[in-house]
């Protein structure tokens, strides 16, 4: 069955970096686009950013464009979220999801705070 392990999340101070990954099982990876969507406490969970398939043309919520990149690597089954510029506002738990499965990871914490 298909299955999206994240990984990457932590503390950061505001300014600051971090790298999340998105190991995925149990399909096609290469065949499919992949997302990434965040849910901060008490907040509905919203999307951050997505790559297709094919043109691997990458879109981002407005809240992080400049700030993330979203890409992913075929041949070993991951999607990643490059997180630059962090901002408090950025707390949230970060999921990966496959859209062509309604698939969903279990999440990873990311903190931005002093």
């Known amino acids: 069955q298909v299955q999206l392990v994240e990984s990457g999340g932590g503390l950061v101070q505001p300014g600051g970096s971090l790298r999340l990954s998105c190991a995925a099982s149990?399909?096609?990876?290469?065949?499919?686009?992949m997302m990434w969507y965040r849910q901060a406490p008490g907040k509905e969970r919203e999307f951050v950013a997505g790559i297709s398939s094919t043109t691997l043309r990458p879109n981002y919520a407005d809240s992080v464009k400049g700030r993330f990149t979203i890409s992913r690597d075929n041949a070993k089954n991951t999607v990643y979220l490059q997180m630059n510029s962090l901002k408090p506002e950025d707390t949230a738990v970060y999921y990966c999801y496959a859209p062509n499965f309604n698939s969903w990871g279990q999440g990873t914490q990311v903190t931005v705070s002093s």
């Open positions: 149990g399909f096609t990876f290469s065949k499919y686009a």
